[in-house]
């Protein structure tokens, strides 16, 4: 028995060592925002520039960083999209990988760029990239071998995305989970084969939805959350099926945010709506969906880090606010208006926001008060892709490069 335990222990210990010395997905090792390890320092004074990696096109997707790799996408020449694979110590670039792709984003989206918006998702072996006409392609890691490609829109008849495939891929066991096509859609990790879709949008005009899927167990039952266009949903996993859903209001459909669960409740909010909590009770043995509190603020593209029972997050109004989720009383909201998007990461009591306008922001976890530790001009070019926090090491993928930088002690 003592040597199962120990066993188990190591295993649970490797588990959280991996997790904590990768970046494999949209917002981190539990696609929560959450940065495993030591507490960061209470300031940007040892925050150190390793190497950069300049001249590349625009994107916004998150850098995924692996055990020894670091992959980057960019659009180039406003016809192609690009895969590269760095040497993460150096930046070394070991191969790309290139496919043409492009389209140009309508109305209010234009003013922002037409290129790769998603983050891919690494599965320890395989790269799944969703360009940014809703083609979806898997590549071996180890030398950007194309294992398969599927164009969604093609499949489905649903035509290009007005606003490009924005939904970050998110992989299991058996499959790629992702919003495309005008639906919720999973794919055969190993061939691309369509397994289900659901949740088909009726707007053939404004296209598929911009929110990210994630797993979660609500209501003791494992599911796949997802925010559409229209709805917030819970699917099952290998079927499909709709196990509940309830209507999320938005302007023009924009539902952006991932939705965060905590406990059984899942928070969000939305550009146009409300902020809200719906929590899910079992009736007759079925989860069913009721908003346990809401107010009018409006969530916008920036998905809230939990830190305590507290949410903390950026808002259409370009201020950082502090939520308690049991009651949805907001306990602060900062005077200070801020630039156009955060991507925010958390590690114990701190929190790391990448302003769009390149500043990077140290604050604390504080429900009580707004409290800046530091703040870092990190890059003169727009930062639009989510900030990567893994060990000492932090990733900036500005639309003109990436940047490594190290917290030295």
Excluded at 55 to 64: E, F, H, V
Excluded at 225 to 247: C, F, H, I, N, Y
Aim: aromatic share 10%.
């Amino acid at each position: 028995m003592l040597h199962r335990l120990t066993i188990l222990v190591l295993g649970l210990s490797m588990s959280l060592l991996v997790a904590a010395e990768e970046w494999p997905q949209w917002r981190g090792p539990n696609r929560d925002g959450i940065s495993p390890g030591e507490a960061w320092p209470d300031n940007f004074d040892n925050l150190k520039e390793v190497y950069r990696i300049k001249d590349l096109g625009p994107s916004y997707s998150t850098p995924i960083v692996t055990e020894n790799w670091v992959f980057t996408t960019e659009t180039v020449d406003k016809k192609k999209e690009v895969v590269r694979c760095l040497d993460r110590k150096t930046g070394k670039e070991i191969w790309q990988k290139e496919w043409l792709g492009s389209l140009t984003v309508p109305f209010f989206a234009a003013r922002n760029g037409s290129w790769i918006r998603a983050t891919p998702a690494w599965d320890g072996q395989a790269l799944y990239v969703a360009g940014i006409c809703d083609v979806l392609v898997c590549l071996e890691g180890k030398d950007g071998k194309e294992r398969w490609r599927v164009d969604i829109a093609k499949e489905l008849g649903t035509g290009l995305p007005t606003f490009g495939f924005v939904s970050s891929p998110l992989v299991d066991e058996t499959g790629v989970y992702v919003q495309a096509g005008l639906s919720v859609v999973k794919l055969d990790k190993t061939t691309g084969k369509i397994l289900w879709k659901n949740l088909k949008e009726s707007n053939q005009m404004m296209g598929s939805a911009f929110a990210s899927p994630v797993f979660g167990r609500v209501a003791g039952q494992d599911q796949l959350l997802v925010q559409t266009r229209s709805r917030l949903a819970g699917l099952d996993r290998k079927e499909g099926t709709v196990l509940w859903e309830k209507p999320i209001v938005a302007d023009k459909g924009m539902n952006i945010l991932t939705p965060v669960q905590h406990g059984d409740g899942i928070f969000t909010s939305s550009y146009g709506g409300k902020t809200q909590m719906i929590s899910l009770s079992l009736a007759d043995g079925k989860p069913t969906p009721s908003e346990s509190w809401s107010f009018k603020y409006e969530g916008y593209m920036t998905t809230p880090v939990v830190v305590d029972g507290h949410a903390y997050f950026f808002g259409k109004d370009r201020r950082f606010i502090c939520v308690n989720l049991k009651d949805g009383k907001e306990t602060w909201r900062s005077d200070k208006r801020f630039g156009e998007y955060w991507s925010l990461v958390a590690r114990k009591d701190k929190i790391l926001a990448l302003d769009a306008n390149g500043t990077l922001y140290l604050i604390k976890a504080n429900p009580k008060e707004f409290e800046i530790l530091a703040e870092k001009k990190i890059s003169k070019a727009e930062t639009w892709a989510h900030i990567v926090a893994v060990g000492n090491e932090i990733y900036i993928r500005d639309l003109e490069g990436l940047t490594r930088f190290d917290w030295t002690k």
